[in-house]
């Protein structure tokens, strides 16, 4: 059984910083592309951020230059470090991963529960 769990979301002011973690647990045999996503009330989820096993990038472009998605292989974790925050970024933010567990050769994505983050002063 594989399982992706988030922490550190929270309130915090606009211009505020927040740092997310998702650790991906479980008998796992290797983990590939890491993503974050956001889904804001009454709107759809959206990519936020993307990382692959070899540390390349990618961003949406509203929060370009204000978030940055890393990982530490070893331990099979994703952080999204999240700095001047707007209003628009609160949102529930969800892990995702692209998974090959040890009980068969193929390749399975996984999602995290989500964990809230609310921009507001």
């Known amino acids: 059984q594989v399982q992706l769990v988030e922490s550190g979301g929270g309130l915090v002011q606009p211009g505020g910083s927040l740092r997310l973690s998702c650790a991906a647990s479980g008998s796992i045999f290797v983990v590939n592309t890491m993503y974050w996503y956001r889904q804001a009330p009454g709107k759809q989820r959206e990519l936020v951020a993307t990382?692959?096993?070899?540390?390349?990038?990618t961003y949406a472009d509203a929060v370009k230059g204000r978030f940055t998605i890393s990982r530490d292989n070893a331990k099979n974790t994703v952080f999204l470090q999240m700095n001047s925050l707007k209003p628009e970024d609160t949102a529930v933010y969800y892990c995702n991963a692209d998974i090959q567990p040890l009980s068969t050769i193929w390749v399975t994505n996984y999602w995290g529960q989500g964990t809230q983050v609310t921009v507001s002063s």
């Open positions: 990382v692959t096993s070899g540390g390349w990038t």
